[in-house]
Structures are given as structure tokens and as C-alpha cells.
């Protein structure tokens, strides 16, 4: 008679749930920084934030300051993994779409892809002075699964406090 073997369910690695809890922070931060309409929290989870309302083309194409503050926060994540040297987790929206929605002019759509660095390099500076933000809530994001908008401005506001607690 054959002894059966078990085969253990396959889950995460700890290192690809410490890489996705941190990306995901990175853009939950980032638009909480941000508290614009498209960039409003609702909740982030290990399979992406949610926010409660979609950005809207045409006011993206208004507003240039609205559009950059949307990529940035899209393009967080990736820049998370670079700073973290981990790989990138399934992306949420998509940077480059939303940069080229919101240019108009032809020259514009020409240097998209200058443009996209410059941005790329705003969120990692951005990502690397918050640093002790985002992996607050990645530890909550953990510790909880999921976490609402409530719960990422209390955890930012934490860190915070301990940050300039500790420097003063």
C-alpha cells in the first residue's frame, strides 16, 4: 500500500508578504499625503489600495498639479520596491496611462517618458523621508490584513509623533 504524502498548501512567502505590505503602504502613504478626491483612501488590503473615487481624465488634463500628485502616488509602490530591493507585486493604476491622459500637447506626449523619470524620482525622495511611515503601516498592514483610511492616518500620525519625539 503507498504511503500518501501531503502537500502543504502553497501561501506567500514571508518575504513576498514583507514586500507587499510595504508597497502597498508606500502608496497608501502617499495618498493619504495627498487627501485630492482620486487619491481619498477607502481601505488598503495585501491586494491593493482602494480609493473612493477613479480619476477623472478631463479634470487630470485641468489640473497639472492634480495629475502629477495622481502619478506619484501610482508609481509608488514600484519605487517601494526599489528602495526595499524586493520585486514589484502587481501594480494598482497604471502611471504611465494616467500621465499620458493628462498631456495635451504632442510635445508633451514626446518627453512622456522624461517626464515619467522625473516623477519616478519625486516619489522615491518623497518614499525615503517617510521611510518610518510607511513601514509602520506595513506592520499594520500585517498585523491586520487590511486597513482603513481611519486607521492609515492614525498610524501615520504615530509615527510621526515617535519621529519627532525622538529628534526633539
Known sequence: MPIPHLHPTPTAAPQDRHAASLQRAAEAYLAHTHPRTPLRLDRVTFSGVVYRAVPDPAALRLNRALAEEVVLVALAGEEAAILSGTTAVAAGRDARMLLACALTDPDEQDTLDAYLAVLRGRARARLRRAWSEVEVLA???????????????????????????LLN
Open 139 to 165: 506592520a499594520g498592514l500585517r498585523e491586520h490584513g487590511e486597513l482603513d483610511a481611519a486607521q492609515v492616518a492614525h498610524r501615520v500620525a504615530c509615527a510621526q509623533g515617535i519621529r519627532a519625539s
